[in-house]
């Protein structure tokens, strides 16, 4: 639908350019009829038909992609979901067993954040992750760094700010 209206617009605006090459050349004329005094032999004429001709051959071009979009362009399938980003990162349970064998590996900082991100069921936005640790945002991003090369965690761009979400 919005391809239509595109399309539509177009040729709208390529009507309008034809309505300006036609006046601009009515008035190229008749400049060209008063101060040329040699007739069709004039190179002023010659001038005038050339930019005619490459004007209303720019004015077809936009109008046929004018006509492709109207008649051939595709519209963009929208679909509105009403997820979380929680919601849509479906991180995967982690068992007893494997918890404490990463515990084991890590330091007191990066279990902390571990920890809270494993508290949060496996999902948690980076700014929170901040606030409930205590951590400066720096420490953190170190952290999380480490912890995603390890092969750990991942993490997701959410407009300005990141969600963590545990691999294991």
Same mark, same amino acid.
């Given at each position: /639908?919005?391809?239509? !209206?595109?399309?539509?617009?177009?040729?709208?605006?390529?009507?309008? %350019?034809?309505?300006?090459?036609?006046? $601009?050349?009515?008035?190229? &004329?008749?400049?060209?009829?008063?101060?040329?005094?040699?007739?069709?032999?004039?190179?002023?004429?010659? &001038?005038?038909? $050339?930019? =005619?001709?490459?004007? #209303?051959?720019?004015?077809?071009? @936009?109008?046929?992609?004018?006509?492709?979009?109207? $008649?051939?362009?595709?519209?963009?399938? !929208?679909? &509105?979901?009403?997820?979380?980003?929680?919601?849509?990162?479906?991180?995967?349970?982690? =068992?007893?067993?494997?918890?404490?064998?990463? /515990? /084991?590996?890590?330091?007191?900082?990066?279990?902390? @954040?571990?920890?809270? #991100?494993?508290?949060?069921?496996? &999902?948690? $936005?980076?700014?929170?992750?901040?606030?409930?640790?205590?951590?400066?945002?720096?420490?953190?991003?170190?952290?999380?760094?480490?912890?995603?090369?390890?092969?750990?965690?991942?993490?997701?761009?959410?407009? %300005?700010?990141? @969600?963590?979400?545990?691999?294991?």
């Amino acid at each position: /639908m919005k391809n239509r !209206i595109v399309g539509i617009l177009i040729i709208g605006i390529a009507l309008l %350019m034809g309505f300006v090459i036609f006046s $601009f050349n009515r008035v190229l &004329t008749e400049i060209v009829n008063t101060s040329c005094s040699h007739g069709p032999s004039c190179p002023m004429w010659g &001038t005038i038909d $050339f930019e =005619t001709n490459v004007s #209303i051959g720019l004015m077809i071009f @936009v109008i046929v992609i004018g006509l492709y979009l109207i $008649f051939f362009g595709e519209d963009e399938k !929208i679909i &509105t979901k009403i997820k979380t980003v929680k919601q849509r990162a479906e991180p995967k349970k982690i =068992t007893k067993e494997d918890y404490q064998k990463i /515990m /084991m590996t890590l330091n007191s900082d990066e279990k902390r @954040v571990f920890e809270k #991100i494993a508290e949060s069921n496996g &999902t948690i $936005f980076q700014s929170e992750l901040v606030n409930k640790t205590n951590l400066t945002k720096v420490k953190i991003t170190r952290i999380l760094d480490k912890l995603e090369s390890q092969g750990l965690i991942e993490r997701r761009r959410y407009g %300005m700010s990141n @969600v963590v979400i545990l691999k294991n």
